[in-house]
């Protein structure tokens, strides 16, 4: 079964970078979307933006200024870079599989999560 | 893209049934069919219940059933069980590779 492990600061400076790595382990990156979700803490769900094995990116539009993903095929990883964060972006962060085009694409495999919080 | 529109929060006894609403638009839920619902425990990440508007990934319960007129899509949870008790979220393309999710439901088992 395949597993997804976000991986990263758990802590970050305003006006600052995050950058998460999600690690695809017993399976296989390519010809998958992989997406980042994020959520802040009594909230909901947030779309972040994902990108297909092959390097192709869709953005969530409010975001799409400060997102920029990509994927490393030779090491199973894809990852997240969020610029000029703000108190507004602290939440767990997730990674997810879409599960292809024959079952809609839906997020079917998730990572644990990781908790980032913006703080000076 | 603006969030899809769900219930706040839904209740209901051991045994029943209980439906959950998610109204997005014609630009997502009304022109695709790819929603998909939820179902998050807390402090646990999300798991995928139904995809495909009314398909049930293997595994999950058959109690779990989906379905969609319109701009709304709905989630029927039928003989409800203390398990059940968690958040819901539903979640559908909006074209151009644009997804979007609700703002979730708290479902209480009474």
């Known amino acids: 079964q395949v597993q997804l492990q976000e991986s990263g600061p758990g802590l970050v400076k305003p006006s600052e970078t995050l950058s998460l790595t999600c690690t695809v382990s017993d399976g296989s990156i390519s010809n998958y979307f992989w997406s980042w979700i994020r959520q802040p803490a009594g909230k909901g769900l947030d779309w972040i933006g994902r990108i297909y094995s092959s390097g192709s990116t869709n953005y969530n539009p409010s975001l799409k200024s400060r997102v920029t993903m990509s994927v490393d095929t030779s090491n199973n990883q894809f990852s997240l870079k969020l610029s000029s964060m703000t108190a507004a972006d602290t939440a767990v962060y997730y990674c997810a599989r879409g599960s292809g085009s024959r079952t809609g694409e839906a997020f079917d495999i998730w990572g644990q999560g990781t908790m980032v919080t913006v703080s000076s | 893209q603006s969030a899809l529109t769900q219930p706040a929060s839904v209740s209901g006894s051991p045994g029943q049934s209980i439906s959950i609403s998610c109204t997005g638009t014609?630009?997502?839920?009304?022109?695709?069919?790819?929603v998909s619902w939820y179902q998050q425990h807390p402090g646990k990440a999300p798991k995928l219940m139904i995809y495909e508007g009314s398909k049930r990934p293997s595994g999950v319960s058959n109690r779990f059933s989906g379905s969609k007129s319109g701009n709304t899509a709905s989630l029927t949870i039928s003989g409800l069980q203390a398990e059940d008790e968690a958040d819901y979220y539903c979640c559908s393309y909006a074209g151009t590779g644009i997804w979007v999710f609700g703002g979730g439901t708290k479902l209480t088992v009474l």
């Open positions: 014609s630009s997502d839920v009304g022109s695709y069919n790819r």
